[in-house]
């Protein structure tokens, strides 16, 4: 089981981002208006931001798991078809939101594959399950920009939907037994969802992806094409970030037993920050590959460590209702993210809006992590 899950993850993050690294100059094609731009760019995140609690409520509920997996890879296939056939912006609105329901499943698989491993190791299973979708994400993103010089922007999209399908007949032998059906209580939910330990890793991972999606998966493609940059200049920006982002699981999952968590969120907080006042000074290309090597770190560090804290200390039958607030919460930074940078680099200019991000991040990254549950506090972060 553990094999097929991390199969099926590596085919799910390769057809949600085969198209990724062009996206938002394939956008452009279509309207050359910045806050348009943004507004496509953030469907993703925000339709992730509007399922994920409660599809972790209702899987908790009905006691299975495989049946929404099937469903959000269909979806993959779906979103990417629409975008590839789509004649103008409102096309890609559609499309994109419908790959934004389609990461909700993100919760579920979470969920399914942490329950493999005893509690003690739910960071390191969320690391290895993540390391999994980063060689994914590396692979096809790297393979962006050749794709679309042999075959134009639409080849990635049909691509992406072929790799969907076969992440659909990856689970299909996987048999699941139903776990007890667990009835949600507005009580219960409201007791689990303003717990620290639950909470405030979840609002660390907004910060995070929103400064991840504001240049990443933004507006450093933008940025870069400004700088001389070709399609498969641009698909091998996003590649780069992401191989660094595999490095950093490895990092985080063989260190965080020694180091703790919380130094390693302030650790990428750090790198984050770096990283994106590299991008606001960056003058070319190179200067723009080291700033998304630092993003890409901190987001290979980061990431599984937050996502492992929200659950460590909660009970099986309530993990994949936490871990939909926890990806519900950091789906609002994907959504703020291009939405609200794009008006902002609308207004003053992408490397302007590159550097105040920078800031917020630095400021917010060093301040809230001292609330964050540790070890000795596990007891007390269980009660409240």
Known sequence: MIALYTVAVFLYWMGLYLYVPTLP??????????ALVGVVLSQYGLWQAVIRLPLGIVVDWLGWRKPFIVGGFVLVGLGALAMGLAAGVNGLIVGRAVTGLAAGTWVVLVAVFSSLFPPHETVRASAMLTFGGSVGRVLATGVTGSLNELGGYSLAFFLAAGVAALAILVVLPIREGRRPPRRPSVGSIGRLISRRDVLLPALLAAVSQYANWAATFGFTPILARQLGATDVTQSLLVSMH??????????ATSIVGRTGARRLVYLSFVLLAAGLGGAALAPSLALLFVSQFCIGLSQGVGYPVLMGMSIQHVADGERTTAMGLHQAVYGVGMFAGPWLSGILADGMGIQPMFGVTGFACLALGVFV????????????????
């Open 242 to 251: 992401i191989g660094v982002v595999l490095l950093g699981n490895l990092v």
């Open 25 to 34: 100059t394939y956008v452009q094609t279509k309207s050359d208006n910045l």
């Open 369 to 384: 992590p001292r609330w964050l549950v540790g070890e000795r506090e596990s007891g007390e972060g269980r009660r409240k």
